[in-house]
């Protein structure tokens, strides 16, 4: 079965990104990317502030402690898994580098995305001001209620934006799916929705 995206960003030639919809699985997604299962890098996702350099050997690993992954690699997909969270996508055009962020609450608060940003500049020299950047299908402030006395709602979408900006991402640069994973029940899992047992819904991102 041919992988449907509910969101494609970037739509470059020599980048392959975007959120598949709910129901697909890595199997088929790797079929799709024409590649093995086992050449995967993944992030372990523990909602914290910590990110993992993708390197060849780390091809079809999990590699612990991270919510984000960076690499300057081509031929190596960066896969996390989200469901309510953010998938954002990073392309550092100058210097051909990339990453890939799982930003929950609790990672933005930890500035996942800033840290990210920061880990590509040091690594490969990437400037912020090159640096294109797509927020994909995730919990709308909508439907994000945090404090059930005060009906306050977070924005998650809102904070990561303002961050990108504050490091010195311009706001032409930054672009958003515009997609609510909790509204969109028949294209997108939900942990707000529909609770723990929910499924995960997978976003690639590759330099071709």
């Not at 020599?14 to 088929?28: C, E």
């Not at 969270?85 to 608060?109: D, Q, S």
């Not at 001001?129 to 945090?146: F, N």
Request: aromatic share 6%; hydrophobic share 35%; proline share 5%.
């Amino acid at each position: 079965m041919k992988p449907q995206f509910i969101y494609k960003p970037f739509n470059l030639p020599n980048i392959l990104a975007g959120t598949f919809r709910k129901k697909n699985t890595i199997s088929n997604i790797a079929e799709y990317l024409k590649i093995g299962v086992q050449e995967i890098v993944q992030a372990e996702q523990v909602h914290g502030g910590m990110i993992g350099i993708a390197s060849a050997r780390d091809l079809g690993r999990t590699l612990p402690h991270v919510d984000a992954l960076i690499t300057n690699l081509e031929h190596v997909p960066l896969l996390i898994r989200t469901a309510d969270c953010l998938p954002i996508f990073i392309y550092a055009k100058t210097e051909r580098a990339i990453a890939l962020v799982h930003a929950g609450r609790k990672g933005t608060e930890l500035g996942i995305v800033p840290k990210t940003i920061g880990a590509l500049h040091k690594e490969y020299g990437s400037k912020p001001e090159d640096c294109l950047v797509s927020i994909g299908p995730g919990i709308g402030v909508c439907c994000y209620e945090i404090e059930p006395v005060t009906h306050a709602h977070y924005d998650l979408i809102e904070v990561n934006q303002q961050q990108l900006k504050n490091v010195g991402i311009p706001d032409k640069n930054i672009h958003t799916s515009g997609i609510c994973t909790c509204c969109e029940k028949d294209q997108c899992f939900s942990y707000r929705r529909e609770g723990a047992g929910t499924g995960r819904m997978y976003s690639v991102l590759m330099l071709k």
